[in-house]
């Protein structure tokens, strides 16, 4: 199912997916939608890792591997993260990073 | 050109205008249901490089789990027709410049650099072979990673109860 797709545009892909993640962490100004950037980051980190083990090395395993504890990670950061959120909007009705400029005495 | 190779190029155009959409939208909600077919657009590919536990744990965590989180705090958190605000121009003109030069960077030691396929065989991925590394002790076994990622996720369990809980 291989044949034809060379792997660099593979990689051109998952790149653009990786800036596309970074240059919405910088330009974004609400906590989720910073949340959502950092799954594309994260996204295209597996796409590289499960593209570098099936077409140069596809005799292991490793890049699976890591892809999947990846996205097992991902999951429990999110939920920490949105719990954090929960607790700052319930302190500050808003959820713009703006507002969060204060550490409690 | 080949099926496949159409195919791909579906589903990497599906990526690359999700993505940006994600990042450039006014309306939050869209913005989540942008990210949604972006993840069903990885699961797609990762089926079509036939790692099909990796596209099944793709979809039902990703897709079905962090993206109905990311929807209900939405809704928790703040109008659901809410719109942004257009951010200020220094912003937006620093964040267009790290990622159009980051991008460039990436695609010029991409092309650069001579990718070479090992010449050993390729081995079967079906759920036999994942599930005897993924619990083997010997070399090649996940089963350490496997223990810290379960004791990993009851941390992150127990931790996002405590901190989202209502009152002292």
Redesign the interface.
């Known amino acids: 199912?291989?044949?034809?797709?060379p792997?660099?545009?593979?990689?051109?892909?998952s790149?653009?997916?990786?800036?596309?993640?970074?240059?919405?962490f910088?330009?974004?100004?609400?906590m989720?939608?910073i949340?959502?950037?950092i799954?594309?980051i994260l996204?295209a980190v597996?796409?590289n890792l499960?593209?570098f083990n099936?077409?140069?090395?596809?005799?292991?395993?490793?890049g699976?591997?890591f892809?999947?504890?990846v996205?097992?990670?991902?999951?429990?950061?999110?939920?920490?993260a949105?719990?954090?959120?929960?607790?700052i909007?319930?302190r500050l009705s808003s959820?713009s990073v703006d507002k969060v400029n204060e550490m409690k005495y | 050109m080949?099926l496949?190779?159409l195919m791909?190029y579906l589903l990497?155009a599906v990526?690359?205008i999700c993505?940006?959409l994600?990042?450039t939208t006014t309306r939050?909600l869209r913005?989540?249901f942008y990210?949604l077919c972006?993840?069903v657009a990885?699961a797609g590919?990762?089926f079509?490089?036939?790692?099909q536990f990796?596209a099944g744990?793709?979809l039902v965590?990703?897709a079905g789990?962090?993206v109905v989180?990311?929807i209900?705090?939405?809704l928790?958190?703040?109008h659901i027709s809410h719109k942004?605000?257009k951010?200020e121009a220094i912003?937006?003109a620093?964040?267009?410049l790290?990622?159009?030069g980051?991008?460039a960077l990436?695609?010029i030691a991409?092309?650069k650099y001579a990718?070479?396929?090992?010449a050993?065989?390729?081995?079967k991925?079906d759920m036999q072979?994942?599930g005897l590394?993924?619990l083997g002790t010997g070399k090649?076994g996940?089963v350490l990673?496997f223990e810290v990622?379960s004791i990993?996720?009851l941390a992150?369990?127990i931790?996002?109860?405590i901190?989202?809980k209502?009152g002292k």
């Open positions: 199912m291989l044949e034809g797709i792997i660099t545009h593979v990689l051109i892909v790149a653009f997916m990786f800036f596309a993640g970074v240059c919405g910088i330009i974004r100004r609400n989720i939608t949340l959502m950037s799954e594309l996204n597996n796409i499960v593209v099936k077409y140069l090395f596809p005799d292991q395993l490793q699976h591997f892809a999947l504890f996205v097992g990670i991902a999951a429990a950061e999110a939920s920490v949105i719990a954090l959120i929960i607790n909007y319930r959820i | 080949a496949n190779v791909f990497s990526i690359v993505s940006v994600t990042i939050i913005a989540a990210l972006v993840l990885t590919f990762y079509m490089v036939d790692y990796m744990v793709q965590l990703y789990g962090i989180l990311i209900f705090s939405i928790l958190t703040s942004f605000a951010p912003r937006l620093m964040g267009i790290v990622g159009l980051g991008f990436s695609t991409i092309l990718f070479t396929p090992t050993n065989p390729a081995i991925v072979a994942i590394q993924l090649n996940y990673p990622i990993l996720l992150a369990m931790g996002a109860i901190i989202a209502k």
